[in-house]
């Protein structure tokens, strides 16, 4: 054999021993590890749910019940204390006056989205989360609640038909003490569609693009009742008309039924194929007419935040009286 010949024979004994040499084997991928997501909230009947829907869905984790109990300031009553001394089992209290704007005088005005996102977070409320929401009488300042929530960007809000009166009366489940709730992350974006303000009330005399409906009692309306705010003028907003917020209830404390409640609009004057502007006294009640309103499908409605107590103490706004 040549030496010219060793290098060829070198190289096949190479590529045989290069074929016998076992690759390892390629590494399997492995699975990724699932996440556990937590349950999503469950879908509400509507604006408005009863007390047979709460408790079947009050042990829901993503069911946050919310106490908006709220009482005129002539009254001394403390609505905190009173949630420590009976409240529905998990619920929160949501302090009206407290969760507002503390840059004016006016009573409980919206707070900004950033205030507004910081305290209910404390609350342990998320925008994953389903509100509920009730006060101590029926519906009254849980709408309000209902629609600040609304107004703040969160529509997973619903009221309790009946609240806490109702509750009782069935014989429900009760305790007492602090809320315990841990803190949550809540976003919060204003709505403006939802709010109306001074300079846009007053335009709209002249315009009278939305129809504005006052959800005080007649005599206030008229001028003929004195206000329970000292200081305040008498009477209504020029073109208003008047629905007493509490023509929508049955004496049990909760809403009419939807047929009910058209025919209650109707009656006041309101023609439901236009937007409408809720005013009241401070902006507690007529939020009792926007949520009527909502539950038959009127989606055009805001509330004037600062209502009444705001108008009045005015001294260039106009004023008409009578009914």
Not at 203 to 208: E, G
Not at 235 to 250: C, E, F, T, W
Request: with cysteine; charged share 30%.
């Amino acid at each position: 054999m040549t030496g010219a010949s060793r290098p060829r024979r070198s190289r096949r004994r190479a590529a045989k021993v290069a074929r016998k040499v076992k690759r390892p084997a390629a590494r399997r991928r492995q699975p990724r590890a699932t996440v556990a997501r937590r349950p999503s909230a469950p879908q509400a009947p509507g604006a408005i749910v009863s007390t047979e829907w709460l408790a079947a869905h009050l042990d829901d984790p993503r069911v946050r019940v919310v106490d908006g109990t709220w009482h005129m300031p002539q009254l001394q009553r403390d609505p905190r204390r009173e949630f420590e001394e009976e409240h529905i089992p998990g619920a929160v209290f949501f302090d009206i006056d407290g969760i507002a704007d503390r840059d004016t005088s006016l009573p409980h005005m919206l707070p900004s989205a950033a205030q507004f996102e910081r305290q209910v977070g404390e609350l342990g409320i998320s925008n994953a989360d389903l509100v509920v929401v009730y006060d101590l009488r029926g519906v009254i300042s849980a709408a309000r609640v209902w629609w600040t929530f609304r107004a703040m960007g969160h529509d997973r809000v619903a009221v309790l038909d009946g609240g806490l009166r109702k509750w009782r009366a069935e014989e429900r489940a009760v305790e007492s003490g602090p809320a315990k709730a841990p803190q949550r992350r809540f976003k919060a974006r204003l709505r403006r569609d939802l709010v109306r303000g001074l300079q846009q009330v007053r335009r709209n005399i002249a315009s009278r693009r939305e129809q504005t409906l006052d959800a005080r009692s007649r005599g206030r309306f008229a001028g003929t009742e004195p206000e329970p705010r000292a200081g305040l003028r008498g009477g209504h907003i020029p073109g208003s008309v008047n629905l007493p917020y509490d023509m929508l209830y049955r004496p049990d404390a909760t809403l009419l039924p939807p047929d009910g409640l058209r025919q209650a609009f109707a009656a006041a004057g309101v023609d439901l194929g236009k937007p409408v502007v809720t005013t009241c006294g401070s902006g507690i009640t007529a939020s009792v007419l926007a949520l009527g309103l909502h539950v038959i499908g009127h989606k055009k409605v805001a509330v004037y935040d600062g209502s009444w107590t705001e108008w009045a103490s005015q001294p260039d706004t106009p004023v008409e009286a009578g009914r």
